[in-house]
């Protein structure tokens, strides 16, 4: 029989693979439909888990951490798990849906009042 997945504190086998903290930030990518580009929204029970003030700034990176992007997280009343991005954060991050991205507080940012995601492939050049 499978073992639960909850492990006490006083547990035997833990190593630091399974207490490292970046993984209780990891979420999976699903759709957003939004007009603004720099938003992205979380559920409500995630933004407390997370423990995120409301409109805070975030730095959100792909599962390799290779590129990284700036958005301001908001929370929603909607049940899922995941981070819900647009169609534009997700081409400046390289990912797709149900792909996981890290999410991370941010220090102070210049000029973090207002963000702006810049279209790629929606310019009049292409």
């Not at 951490?65 to 997700?90: D, F, K, P, Y």
Request: include cysteine; charge should be neutral.
């Amino acid at each position: 029989m499978a073992k639960s997945a909850d492990r006490s504190k006083d547990d035997t086998y833990k190593t630091p693979w399974f207490t490292r903290k970046q993984i209780s930030f990891l979420l999976p990518v699903q759709h957003f439909d939004d007009n603004r580009l720099h938003c992205v929204a979380v559920s409500s029970e995630k933004f407390d888990e997370l423990r995120l003030p409301p409109n805070r700034i975030v730095l959100l990176g792909n599962e390799t951490n290779r590129r990284q992007a700036v958005c301001i997280v908001e929370s929603q009343l909607s049940e899922t798990n995941g981070i819900q991005i647009n169609h534009m954060v997700r081409n400046n991050l390289n990912v797709f849906l149900d792909h996981f991205v890290s999410i991370k507080n941010c220090g102070p940012i210049r000029n973090g009042d207002s963000t702006y995601v810049a279209p790629i492939q929606d310019t009049e050049g292409w």
